[in-house]
Structures are given as C-alpha cells and as structure tokens.
C-alpha cells in the first residue's frame, strides 16, 4: 500500500507562483511511475506532468515551460513547481503514483485557484 497526501494548494493571481508538495509513504519502493493529475469543474482528470526517474519526465503540453515535477527522494516527496500561472490552470490538482502490480493510489487533492 502506498499512502499520499497533497499540499501547497491556494489562491494566486495570474502569473504568480505555487509549489505542490505530495508526501509519500508506505510500500514506496514499490512505486514505478508518479504523476500530478487535475480535474477542473465539469472537466475529466487530466495528466499534467509525470516522472519516472530524475531524468525521465513528461509534460502535458498546456504546462510545458511552466511546470516543473521533481521529487526528493531523501524527503520521500514529489513536487510540483507551477509557474506563470494561468486562470486556465485553477483545478483541483492530485497526486497518483502507480506501482509494479499496476495498483493506482491518489492523494487527497488540493485546490489551486488563479484569478485574472
């Protein structure tokens, strides 16, 4: 079992800046793939970025140039660095992580709001 939980989420204005921080716990070493999912209202879930090792990483393309996924794997977290922040990109933003059985976790979720 793998346990996440999201923070970092919040009210910015358009352009600003806001990390996300997903904290892992549990089988971690049973991970394969994490990824920083969102769902807008009325909207499905989407990928917006996802790693698979510190040199493997995709973008959705809405966020490429923008978003940075990393994690720390001395703290055992995953982030997400969102920069240049749209009104488009307000969401509620979760974290996922998929293990070598192809089990899928999610956290939580935490919401991020851009005004214009």
């Known amino acids: 079992q793998v346990q996440l939980v999201e923070s970092g989420g919040g009210l910015v204005q358009a352009g600003g800046s806001l990390r996300l921080s997903c904290a892992v716990s549990?089988?971690?070493?049973?991970?394969?793939?994490m990824g920083w999912y969102r769902q807008a209202p009325g909207k499905q879930r989407e990928l917006v970025a996802e790693?698979?090792?510190?040199?493997?990483?995709n973008y959705a393309d809405s966020v490429k140039g923008r978003f940075t996924i990393f994690r720390d794997n001395a703290k055992n977290t995953m982030y997400l660095q969102m920069n240049s922040l749209k009104p488009e990109d307000t969401a509620v933003y979760y974290c996922?992580?998929?293990?070598?059985?192809?089990?899928?976790?999610w956290g939580q979720g935490t919401q991020v709001t851009v005004s214009s």
């Open positions: 996922g992580a998929i293990d070598g059985a192809a089990n899928l976790y």
């Open positions: 549990g089988s971690i070493f049973s991970i394969n793939a």
């Open positions: 790693i698979i090792s510190s040199s493997n990483t």
